[in-house]
């Protein structure tokens, strides 16, 4: 089996490719892998280095939006992983060009290269934030979209494209829908590893208004794992969120974070809102559970506290990214 993993560099996108080569995922042993990446600042070769002499892993360095390039790669493949895509809220909000140019544009090039070269699956990576905001309950894939950023307006443009692929093309595509991950290799401008670091450090966090913004928190591990099981048993033209079940305000998770990292609400920063902030995001994970006998394993106590330790033995990891982007 062949596999080309878009934004294969990234962070969610790097472990599925290092779990995959891992023989980590029942469908997927042996599978060779052929990852895309543009390497712009979120994309690290050196996710990828404890994999980099796999002989079942090939690296390219292009765009998702190069057509020529898609076409030269795709003959052949027995499925897609696309996990490329421009995800910052915040850079979204300061511009949001690049965000409809990849995240729409270039889905709709990878469509239409496996529409040309006959690719019999795509998996398209989605987001929770397609839905909007929700103030109780759970999210159901059948939720209307109501994206409130850019970044989230381009995903969900991205994903009626996937749905109209399949609907028209009859393209074997499916769609998940996660909530916020967590985990290591996670770019440090994200809360998670943003607060880590810099508490690890000494320096302060900047909390967006009240705090009071609720999110549910998935380990990478658990994402990626029911990605590889939408991949390998999920049906044709169905959407699957997938979610970790740990519901927390961004104070209560700053509160865990501070605990973790010995430091005190000093260290705290509130800040204006951002703009168009939404209050609560919640996915319901039935349909995952039911079908392919998804759920989430890591227990967020355990997995934060891990990632914490992460940060603290990877610091020449993250210090040259802090630095190049002027982080924190």
């Not at 729409?104 to 989605?126: I, K, M, N, W, Y």
């Not at 609560?280 to 914490?308: H, M, N, T, W």
Request: proline content about 4%; glycine content about 10%; aromatic content about 10%.
């Amino acid at each position: 089996m062949k596999i080309l993993v878009t934004g294969g560099a990234g962070f969610i996108g790097s472990n599925f490719v290092r779990r995959v080569l891992e023989d980590t995922y029942e469908g997927l042993e042996g599978a060779d892998l052929v990852v895309l990446d543009a390497l712009t600042y979120s994309g690290n070769l050196e996710n990828l280095a404890p994999v980099a002499g796999s002989p079942r892993y090939t690296f390219v360095h292009g765009d998702i939006r190069d057509s020529a390039l898609l076409d030269e790669l795709f003959p052949g493949l027995d499925g897609v992983v696309h996990f490329a895509a421009e995800s910052h809220v915040d850079r979204s909000v300061r511009d949001a060009s690049i965000f409809v140019d990849t995240n729409v544009g270039g889905t709709q090039r990878l469509l239409d290269a496996a529409v040309r070269a006959g690719v019999p699956r795509f998996v398209h990576v989605s987001t929770d934030e397609v839905y909007g905001s929700i103030s109780e309950g759970s999210w159901r894939e059948d939720h209307i979209l109501e994206p409130n950023s850019p970044y989230s307006a381009s995903k969900a443009g991205s994903d009626l494209l996937a749905r109209a692929y399949h609907r028209t093309h009859g393209l074997d595509v499916s769609i998940t829908r996660c909530s916020n991950n967590y985990g290591p290799y996670h770019f440090p401008e994200k809360v998670i590893p943003l607060f880590v670091t810099n508490l690890i450090d000494g320096e302060h966090v900047p909390l967006y208004g009240d705090g009071a913004n609720i999110r549910d928190w998935l380990h990478v591990d658990d994402h990626t794992r029911g990605i590889a099981a939408v991949f390998t048993r999920g049906r044709a033209g169905e959407i699957y969120n997938i979610g970790g079940g740990t519901e927390l305000s961004n104070r209560e998770l700053t509160e865990m974070l501070l605990a973790a990292t010995g430091r005190d609400w000093s260290y705290v920063d509130h800040v204006e809102d951002r703009k168009g902030h939404d209050l609560r995001y919640s996915v319901d994970i039935s349909k995952v559970e039911a079908e392919l006998g998804y759920r989430p394993l890591v227990p967020f106590e355990q997995g934060l506290a891990d990632v914490v330790q992460w940060y603290r033995d990877h610091r020449s990891w993250w210090e040259p990214l802090k630095a190049r982007a002027a982080l924190g």
